[in-house]
């Protein structure tokens, strides 16, 4: 029997490219749905066939690009596919990734019929002229609207805000923490703005606030939010984070679905690096998956678990001389709130 596999489906289209974004995507509002669903569910049979049937599946994860453009039709007939050659655990965790300007009311509805029971909603700021600023196609209205009609629904709804950006100031991510706090979600995720190469922004001179400063502010959004953290970027009320990603990042297997999907497939005692939507994969040593789960595990709260493959590489001598950075605990290392500021550091140290 195959390990269980959280599977990823990649939706690379979108209304517009954001000036900060380097994913894999397009700016294609209209493109060949058909072509893109048959696709899509030949690389589920596939894999399927490749794992076999009773292969469980306790997480989809549908990322992108902007999911919630893509037809309700075509999202129920991936999904059912997905149910068709795997076995769909009965509490399955249903991600869709969602812009607030591709979120009707009846679209809304749409998906979570058709089985989507978390949405995650690309806020990105209430401030009209920072959306303005990052290419985003909605106003703060349009957000506040589609979180509001999300949470009507009763599924778990998630925000995702971006701060850090030219001018920002540990008082203006405070009032976007309280911000967050009024709108009563249980899950939100707030990322750095990162400047990368061949993005508009990156092509710009843009006065970004210091690395002292970003500090700042991270330390800001702990004091602020009521939601706890329970990894670098995210925070949510216990037992409301996203499990997917928690899966991911504690080292269980998935796949990738589409063209920009990646996965570390586990089949036959062994790992595999899968890009770009393939079926074919390339083996990986347990030294190189070890060091992928350390890096993802000391992201987050609970940290990273010491099984045998992780313990052959670590420095405990290091680990051990660093209380105020790193912590061992219930078989587990993790990172401190004074650690969090510089697990890259942290990562390279611990495994010398």
Known sequence: MSEPHNIY???????????????????????????????????????????????????????????????????????????????????????????????????????????????????????????????????????????????????????????????????????????????GISHCSLYELTIEPNTPFGKMNLDMPSNNEMADMYTTISDTLKLPRYEVSNYAVAGNECRHNMNVWDGEPYIGIGRGGAGRPYINNGWYEQMGGRVQCTPMSDTERAIERIITGMRTVRGVRMDGAVQNIINMDWIRAHPDLVRVHDNRISATSAGMLILDDIVLNMTE
């Not at 900060?20 to 058909?34: H, K, R, V």
């Open 9 to 183: 489906v990649h939706v690379p289209f979108c209304m517009a490219k954001c000036r900060y974004c380097a994913f894999w995507s397009m700016a294609n509002p209209c493109p060949d749905w058909n072509a893109y669903q048959t696709k899509i569910i030949s690389e589920i049979n596939e894999w399927g066939d490749r794992l076999g049937a009773d292969t469980v599946v306790p997480t989809v994860f549908f990322g992108g690009g902007t999911p919630s453009l893509m037809p309700v039709d075509v999202f129920g007939h991936i999904i059912q596919a997905i149910y068709q050659k795997f076995a769909v655990s009965p509490d399955a965790e249903i991600t869709i990734e969602a812009n607030p300007g591709t979120l009707a009311k009846d679209k809304l509805m749409g998906f979570v019929a058709s089985g989507v029971n978390r949405i995650s909603i690309g806020v990105q700021s209430f401030d009209d002229e920072k959306l303005k600023f990052l290419g985003r196609i909605h106003d703060a209205r349009t957000a506040w609207h589609a979180i509001e009609q999300a949470m009507s629904t009763g599924v778990r709804v998630s925000g995702d805000f971006i701060y850090g950006m030219p001018g920002d100031t540990p008082d203006t991510v405070r009032n976007l923490c309280r911000e967050i706090n009024n709108l």
